[in-house]
């Protein structure tokens, strides 16, 4: 009698034990992690009905960390992602990071999610005039850069256009100067200097004549 008394209620015991552990399948797990280089504000995430606003740190471009204010079920599907982008910047997994931005609650110990940040660059350029020797080299403070500009074949008087090849980050200045004369030339930049807004800049014009003896 005792016996059979005692084996029902060591299965319940392991049963309530087991039911204290709590499997993985109970388990709750908060969906958060860190950005790099947020420098404006606008930045919004959103991931299962839920969305937080991320401010820009103090120091910029230092590490922010982010967490959801709901925790996430075992088996839950998430997929984190900028509602919004700070302004004038793109976010995305860091370079040569694992992209976990989307996955499944529980595959993992605890859901860490990375992101990086980028101001928004464009191009600077314009045109050249009147140029007839070679030896133009034009360069860009901002960048260090250089553009070498060749004279146009003979009987050509349209203006060269030209773009150099190092972007400039938005907000940031720039300006363009003549570091090399082409040989017998005098060449001057009109617009060469400004602060970078939203669009590539597209005026830096150089006119170049002959240098007077």
Known sequence: MKSSLIRPALALALAAGLAGCGGSDKAEFVVKGTITGIVYPGAVLTTNGMEIAIAPPATPRATVSFSFPNTLEYGDVYDVAFKSFPANQKCDTPQGSF???????GRLAEINITFA??????????????LTADGLVLANGS???TFSIAKPAAGVTTPISY????????DQTYGVTVLTQPTGQVCTVANAT??????NVTNINVTCEAARS
């Open 194 to 199: 400004g602060t970078m807004k939203a669009a």
């Open 143 to 145: 960048t260090g850069g």
């Open 99 to 105: 992209d976990n931005r989307r996955d499944t609650a």
């Open 117 to 130: 940040c980028a101001v928004d660059i464009y191009t600077i350029g314009g045109t050249v005039s009147g």
């Open 163 to 170: 773009v150099f090849a190092g972007a400039v980050e938005y």
